[in-house]
């Protein structure tokens, strides 16, 4: 349905986007030291700013992922139905590959387990983990987004947030809001 | 045996190179010879012109900077290398292909001499991509590509946290890539 290369050069592009909207809003006078493609977001003051949009751009996909694809299927049973979704049929979409497994402590938290997150699996900075990690968390807002966006089409609003300490392995985590 | 693995871009800079083992058997003297016997080349010709002329500017530059960890005439070394390198194929490629007639896009395959063999392989984006082995090594050519294919394009290109422009001063410089390219060429040593 969507090529796999083209999303991902296209998710490529959408932290530096976001980091150069964010510089042209609060410094338009600096145009000039836009970030360029391939930019590591190392400035503390627009990394909250980027993160809103990022995430909020994966919040947009979500929302919109949950409507075009859900109508297929039965209606959901509950929660964790929900969750079941997003681990198979939205990461299916996205990644081409199903979450590796999905936790929970049937009171509304949800971990996603991923050893070999598709969005991370190619990341590498230069100047080793340390510097690969610091890059790639801007990107992991986008997924973040999305599991927030799908939920909330579904009626569920929840927060989320992921973990790592050794990437491509990601925990996503989900607190349903009651 | 394989000694070193380089990539050059579209604007004929060297982005990338990797060496992993001395290479006694191929120094100054030997390619100044094989470039005198394909110096006829217009183009050759003049590449050779700029080398020559930044090898005196970095023998200057190269005098304070002993303190760095790469000793300065190695270093110097192996950007002179890159140029020549370049300037060979570049040359070479020119010549097989204006020979070789209509379909002679991708003639220029590899060529030896008794030290050393070079191989060559060059993407449709032109991207050039040389490897430098003992004399006795068959084709690498498909190896090439494949570095081409599964390392280069999906922990470069693809790696949203890699510069999509670089050169010599800013080579190609991440984990993944580099241990890719590590760990396939002693694959096949």
């Known amino acids: ?178 | 045996m394989i000694y070193s693995f380089w990539i050059f871009d579209r604007h004929s800079e060297c982005i990338y190179t990797k060496e992993w083992s001395e290479q006694p058997t191929y120094g100054p003297t030997s390619n100044h010879s094989h470039n005198a016997s394909i110096s006829s080349n217009h183009s050759f010709g003049s590449a050779q012109g700029s080398v020559g002329s930044s090898r005196r500017a970095s023998r200057i530059e190269g005098i304070p900077s002993v303190n760095t960890s790469i000793h300065p005439v190695a270093k110097r070394n192996r950007e002179d290398d890159a140029k020549l390198i370049f300037g060979a194929v570049f040359s070479l490629r020119n010549m097989a292909t204006k020979w070789a007639g209509e379909n002679g896009t991708d003639s220029f395959v590899s060529f030896k001499t008794n030290k050393y063999k070079l191989h060559y392989f060059e993407t449709p984006t032109n991207l050039k991509m040389v490897l430098l082995t003992d004399p006795s090594r068959p084709s690498l050519r498909d190896a090439l590509h494949d570095i081409y294919v599964n390392l280069f394009v999906e922990y470069v290109i693809k790696n949203a946290l890699s510069p999509q422009e670089f050169s010599s001063t800013n080579p190609i410089d991440n984990d993944l890539f580099n241990n890719g390219v590590d760990t396939y060429i002693k694959g096949l040593a």
């Open chain 1, 1 to 178: 349905m969507v090529s796999s290369t083209a999303l991902e050069l296209l998710l490529a592009e959408v932290v530096p986007a976001a980091l150069r909207v964010s510089q042209e809003l609060t410094e338009p006078e600096e145009g000039s030291k836009m970030a360029p493609f391939g930019y590591l977001v190392d400035s503390e003051s627009h990394l909250d700013n980027v993160y809103f949009r990022v995430e909020g751009y994966g919040y947009r996909v979500g929302r919109g992922i949950a409507e075009s694809f859900s109508n297929e299927r039965p209606h959901f049973a509950d929660t964790l139905d929900m969750m079941k979704f997003i681990c198979k049929d939205v990461w299916l979409l996205l990644y081409n590959k199903q979450v590796d497994h999905l936790k929970t402590n049937h009171r509304g938290t949800f971990v996603f387990v991923e050893n070999q997150f598709r969005g991370c699996q190619r990341m590498s900075a230069k100047g080793g983990q340390v510097e690969t990690m610091k890059g790639a968390t801007p990107y992991l807002w986008f997924p973040v987004g999305v599991i927030r966006g799908v939920l909330a089409a579904l009626g569920i609003q929840a927060d989320v947030t992921f973990e790592t300490t050794q990437l491509p392995v990601v925990y996503f985590n989900i607190h349903v809001v009651q």
